[in-house]
């Protein structure tokens, strides 16, 4: 009855929708439509169940489960086991050692040797401290067969202060030294003792300088220094030395270009004459002015590392109002072949570089205060070698080499000229001027560094050299082998010990006596040939506690009075000892 009910009412419903849309459509003029029903629409409606039973299960097989019972069967054990309470292991920690901020060391030996040694480093807060060294060496002299006086002294004083801020750092620093040494390599048999008592050998040498630095970080300027030096002797002799050297480094897509400033300018006069010339009316002066500018561009990646630059230098006389124009090549590279087991190394590089008075006193401190001083002009260096690591603990190092050199300054034995009358004593053929020679130079240098251990080091090295020059004459003074042996030993925490043995090869320099006119290709030589020699250096010391320690040196153990200048024999062999003490000032 509801069933039937409800199908009519929907029909219905449906008529009168039909019914409204074709009146719609008249009143909106929308056009006739004609629809056809081919079949009228008659839903039905299933009725809903619910399953009210569970389903039989009709198996042919059915399981059941098994009631189990389970016991326990129990059993005292009587156990005298009584496990021992963990206790955790400590690291025994190695104590830091006690740093002190100064120490002051003293010695003594034969032939009345003495040495003095002081350092303080001190902080004034976390971003700047100064340092402040002394250091002094000397003997009174026992060479057998010497007929001057051979004692000599070095002693020098250096302090400098430093500030560190997060971007940049700087500081200054000055010095002071004094050195004493004599003219004492009179050639053998040539002139009696009266002459002899009449010299006066002594020389002294005196140095001061002071200079600045800054460097600067995550800047286009990346720092600059300065240097000034005054060095003067005992003679009336003075030079003047200033050098200034900024530096610049910008970035170029990947790779960074340098650009290096140098402004170097050295002046000063000799008060005497070349012993060359007869009389000693007139001295010697010498400005040299340098004006340099170097480009690198830098490149790096995984395995190269190249460098390509150029060394462009202005270089001024100012004595003879002479100036010149210099380009030098400034290339080096280098390439791991093997990770760090091979890395091949190579350049070419040149300079104008300075010579000075300072410098050659300390090549030579028996040079004669009559020199003629000009800059080297070091056309190219080419080198090409190869390094690395055979073991963790075993390291290598061979090149070779070959350098062209205009105006190379070698040492050379002054003419005895007893015409002259100078205040020191140094023209009796017993004093060395500095000769200039065009030099090519072929070189071949082998190293090898073995670590043992963390207390043992041994490191030796050898070089082989070969010369030609535009005179066609030796290279004076210039050994063509030399080797080094460098041995250090830590001996537990309180002995140490180490050990110095080098070895020079013959080497050739000339004897000549000037004559009236001076002429010196005139002047009677005799070529002396320079034996080798070998020398061997060794120190002992002991710990007493962490401030002081004791101490054994001695130099010269194989006793050799060898020359390593021509007339100039060194001293025997020579033991110092002496104590350390380190402490907080």
Known sequence: MYKQFYISLVLFVAVIHTFRAQEDEDENDLGTETVTVTKAYSPTISDAFKIKTVPNLNDSIVLQKKKIDYSIFSVPVASTFTPAKGKASTVKKTPPPELFNSYAAAGGGNPANVMAEFYTSRTIDRESGYTIGLDHNSSRGDIAGVAL????????????????????????????????????GLPAETFDQTVIDGIDERQNYFMAEAGA???????????????YRRFWDAVKSGENRV????????????????????????????????????DNTSGIGYSNLQVGVNP???????????????????????????????????????????DDFAIAYGGIEGT????????????????????????????????????????????????ASYKAENRKPLF???????????????????????????????????????????????????????????????????????????LDYQLGEKWFMGANLFFVGE???????????????????????????????????????????????????????????????????QVLAGATYKFDF
């Open 507 to 573: 080497r050739q320099d000339v004897a000549t006596v000037a004559i009236p006119s001076g002429v010196t290709a005139d002047f009677p030589a005799t070529i002396l040939d320079l034996d080798s020699f070998f020398d061997a250096n060794a120190h002992v010391g002991y710990r007493l506690n962490n401030q002081l320690s004791v101490f054994l040196k001695a130099a010269n153990i194989a006793n050799n009075n060898y020359q390593r200048w021509a007339n100039f024999p060194v001293q025997g062999i």
């Open 243 to 278: 050098v200034l050297e900024p530096e610049f480094e910008f970035p170029v897509q990947d790779e960074m270009f340098g650009i290096r400033l140098k402004v170097d300018y050295v002046n000063g006069n000799f008060e005497n004459a070349p012993l060359s010339v007869p």
């Open 352 to 399: 104008l570089r300075q010579n000075s008075y300072y410098g050659f006193v300390a090549d030579n401190p028996f040079v004669s205060p009559t020199l003629n001083i000009v800059p080297t002009d070091q056309q190219y260096d080419g080198y090409l070698g190869l390094r690395g690591q055979l073991l963790p603990n075993l390291s290598y190092n061979v090149k």
């Open 213 to 227: 630095h800054i460097n600067v970080s995550d800047a286009y300027f990346k720092g600059a220094s300065v240097q």
């Open 412 to 486: 050379l034995l002054n003419p005895q000229n007893t015409l002259r009358t100078d205040e020191k004593g140094y023209n009796f053929g017993n004093s060395f001027n500095v000769f200039y020679d065009d030099v090519k130079t072929l070189g071949i240098f082998g190293e090898l560094n073995v670590d043992f251990n963390r207390n043992f080091t041994v490191s030796v090295n050898a070089a082989y050299f070969n010369y030609s020059t535009e005179t066609d004459n030796p290279a004076w003074n210039l050994p063509e082998v030399t080797a080094n042996l460098f």
């Open 149 to 184: 006086d051979n004692i000599f002294s070095n002693t020098e004083l250096e302090g400098a202060y430093k500030k560190r801020d997060r971007d940049i750092d700087w500081g200054f620093d000055i010095g002071a030294q004094h050195q004493l040494y004599n003219w004492y």
């Open 296 to 338: 690198v561009l830098t490149m790096l990646r995984d395995d190269l590392s190249l460098k390509l630059g150029v060394n462009l230098v202005y270089g001024l006389d100012g004595e003879r109002n002479d100036g010149n124009f210099y380009i030098y090549p400034a290339v080096t590279a280098s390439y791991r072949l093997l």
